[in-house]
């Protein structure tokens, strides 16, 4: 009995199973003989497999009485298939074709015929309502200020089931889930979540509910997923299908075995590295700079491969990729994002960092959306001017050779001396990709926002700047003040510290990425 090879992994094995007669129980028994590994599973390899399973075991040809597996052609046609090349061996080896298979072909075949789209009613019945599990969980998280290390840290809180997301439920489990701890609401300085509608929308949101318990609640949205979107309407205005050619291509040799093999040679033959294929996910938001750097690496091999496929004129989606793969213009797109993406993805990964950043995060948006305005409009039209009344529209821009599309973008475009109408098209693509980017910065991020001017009280460099009311500012934006006092005196005493301590009980260390006790 056989199974045929598996394409979901990057080797793939070929199990191998034996039906036997026990003598010990005088029973008819399954065991499993062997499974190697075979990545290009055709007749040769898969019959050279079995025979050598066969022979390491000294089992001779004539104790093989009959073969099983699916009916796939490899396994099961009348030419150059697995039980043709094991007849040659065998030739009285018994086929019978798996019966259970049978029944189910011939089921298909009546579905078909019917002309009823059943499976397509089944199928989309069962998506709309769970595309993974039939259980929904809502992990909830608290960030709190643990005393006895000295540090904010990240625990577990809760995981309820709550199968309908919608703001009702949410905020029920998350209301229950304090309720059982007999945490007060007062306690609850600020949420923080993804900026999905019924998490963060206006009317009827979770948050907007939260803020109906405890109205002092602080709200800043996650920023890493608003750099996301920035980069998501950058992406749509640029017009250009780069993630659908990074979808395409993983998908292509992610399902079959035999293009990855094939593809190996023509990594070898352009001299690319050795490199896997990576999955661009929309979600995982660090996986798009990284995929298009990965293509990148490997665009002569894809390029050569898909020219070359046997299914380029049959194929719309070969077709496609190739087309794409052999256009200059594409891979100027792709250089140009593998640049521009950068500053993005380095803001993303600082603020996912596990130590406490809320204090540079006012800095760093403005560093952000600087660099970008550097990237698109002359660094005198940014000095000395607040950076919302920053024009960066029509007529405030650089020219197009002064335009930042990265050193690689501008060799490769000289070299592939592109005519002067797609050059133009090209800066008009990058103008229109720096401006979304920039206007949903501005429109998303918190940049006004008193909080985050406030704590600037917790970044130790900043200590000898600052005053005994912004303590009493923070205070009163988290509603921490409960002992009626009034005024800076009213400051929570760490603060004061810092002011009047040149040097304070905690140290800031920076290659760890957190504060120390000085002992």
Not at 151 to 174: D, H, I, S, W
């Amino acid at each position: 009995m056989c199974d045929e090879s598996n394409n979901r992994k990057t080797d793939k094995e070929f199990v191998i199973l034996t039906r036997l007669y026990y003598e010990a129980t005088l029973q008819v028994a399954t065991r499993f003989l062997e499974m190697p590994t075979c990545n290009v599973g055709n007749a040769e390899n898969l019959y050279g497999k079995l025979s050598e399973a066969l022979r390491k075991r000294g089992i001779p040809w004539d104790n093989l009485i009959a073969f099983n597996s699916d009916n796939a052609s490899v396994m099961k046609g009348r030419h150059n298939s697995v039980i043709s090349r094991l007849k040659t061996s065998q030739p009285h080896i018994q086929d019978l074709g798996c019966i259970c298979h049978l029944v189910q072909l011939a089921t298909g075949c009546g579905i078909r015929a019917a002309q009823v789209p059943v499976e397509d009613i089944l199928v989309g019945i069962y998506t709309h309502f769970d595309t993974r599990k039939t259980d929904k969980e809502f992990v909830i998280l608290t960030r709190l200020y643990d005393e006895a290390t000295l540090q904010v840290a990240t625990r577990f809180l809760e995981m309820p089931t709550c199968n309908v997301g919608n703001a009702e439920n949410l905020y029920g489990k998350l209301s229950e889930a304090l309720r059982k701890r007999g945490i007060p609401w007062d306690n609850l300085i600020a949420f923080n979540s993804d900026n999905a509608s019924v998490m963060k929308g206006r009317h009827n949101s979770v948050i907007s509910r939260l803020k109906t318990s405890q109205p002092h609640i602080q709200d800043l949205g996650c920023i890493c997923h608003l750099v996301q979107l920035a980069t998501g309407c950058g992406i749509r205005a640029a017009q250009v299908p780069v993630e659908d050619i990074l979808v395409g291509i993983y998908t292509h040799f992610d399902t079959s075995a035999k293009r990855c093999e094939v593809y190996k040679e023509f990594v070898d033959f352009t001299d690319s590295d050795h490199l896997k294929l990576l999955r661009y996910c929309s979600t995982r938001w660090l996986s798009l700079l990284t995929c298009i750097q990965r293509v990148l690496n490997q665009w002569d091999a894809l390029q050569a491969y898909f020219n070359s496929h046997e299914e380029v004129e049959r194929s719309v989606k070969v077709r496609d990729l190739a087309s794409h793969l052999r256009d200059p213009i594409m891979k100027t797109y792709f250089l140009f994002l593998s640049a521009a993406l950068k500053p993005l993805s380095e803001f993303n990964i600082a603020f996912q960092s596990e130590g406490v950043q809320i204090h540079r995060l006012e800095e760093e948006m403005c560093r952000l959306i600087k660099r970008i305005l550097g990237y698109l409009i002359p660094a005198r039209a940014i000095v000395g001017v607040p950076l919302r009344e920053v024009e960066y529209g029509d007529g405030h821009q650089l020219a197009d050779e002064d335009l930042f599309i990265g050193a690689d973008t501008k060799a490769f475009m000289r070299s592939a001396e592109l005519p002067v109408s797609a050059e133009k098209k090209i800066f008009q693509t990058v103008r229109s990709f720096y401006e979304a980017v920039l206007k949903k910065m501005f429109s998303s991020f918190p940049l006004d926002h008193p909080l985050l001017r406030d704590l600037k009280v917790l970044d130790p460099a900043a200590r000898l700047n600052i005053t005994p009311g912004t303590g009493y500012e923070c205070s009163q934006h988290v509603n921490v003040n409960k002992g009626g006092r009034e005024g800076p005196d009213a400051a929570c005493g760490p603060v004061q510290c810092f002011h009047s301590e040149p040097a304070p009980h905690l140290n800031y260390d920076r290659k760890r990425d957190r504060y120390e006790q000085i002992r």
